[in-house]
C-alpha cells in the first residue's frame, strides 16, 4: 500500500506557479496556533484568534449543600466572552443530585462555579468549555 503524502502539490499556470492544498490535517499547520495541554485546564488559541478553553474545578459543598469557586482560565479572551457550557458529576458517587448549578462568565478571564441544592460535604467536579476571541 502506497505511503499518505501531506504536501502541496504545484503545477505552472503559464504565468505563475499556483499550489493546491488536497487534504488539511491538523499535523500540517506549521503555525498560528498555540495551545496548552493541562490536566485541569487546557486551551487552544487558532490561527484565526478564535480560543478554546476547556477544565474542571473540583468544589467541596458545605453542611448546606452550597459551594463556590472561581477559576482563573488559562488564557483570557482578549477581545469577547462568546459561550460557556458545563457538566457536573459527584467524585466517588454519582449518586447524589444537585438542585442547582450556575456557571457563569467573570470578565474576559475568570468562570465563577456556584452549587446550590446538593448533598452536604460531598466533592462535585465541574467540567467547562469555553470559547470566544
Request: proline share 4%; net charge positive.
Amino acid at each position: 500500500m502506497g505511503s499518505t503524502i501531506k504536501r502541496p502539490f504545484r503545477t505552472f499556470n503559464g504565468a505563475d506557479w499556483d499550489t493546491h492544498y488536497f487534504d488539511t490535517s491538523e499535523d500540517m499547520i506549521k503555525s498560528g496556533w498555540v495551545q496548552s495541554l493541562g490536566e485541569a485546564r487546557c486551551y487552544r488559541k487558532l490561527p484565526g484568534g478564535q480560543i478554546y478553553i476547556f477544565g474542571y474545578g473540583d468544589l467541596t459543598t458545605n453542611a448546606s449543600g452550597t459551594a463556590t469557586q472561581t477559576i482563573t482560565l488559562p488564557i483570557a479572551f482578549p477581545n469577547k466572552f462568546v459561550s460557556l457550557t458545563d457538566g457536573i458529576y459527584e467524585i466517588g458517587d454519582s449518586t447524589w443530585t444537585v438542585g442547582q448549578l450556575i456557571l457563569m462568565k467573570v470578565g474576559l478571564s475568570q468562570v465563577k462555579i456556584v452549587i446550590n441544592g446538593a448533598a452536604p460535604n460531598k466533592i462535585f467536579r465541574v467540567s467547562f468549555e469555553a470559547k470566544g476571541y
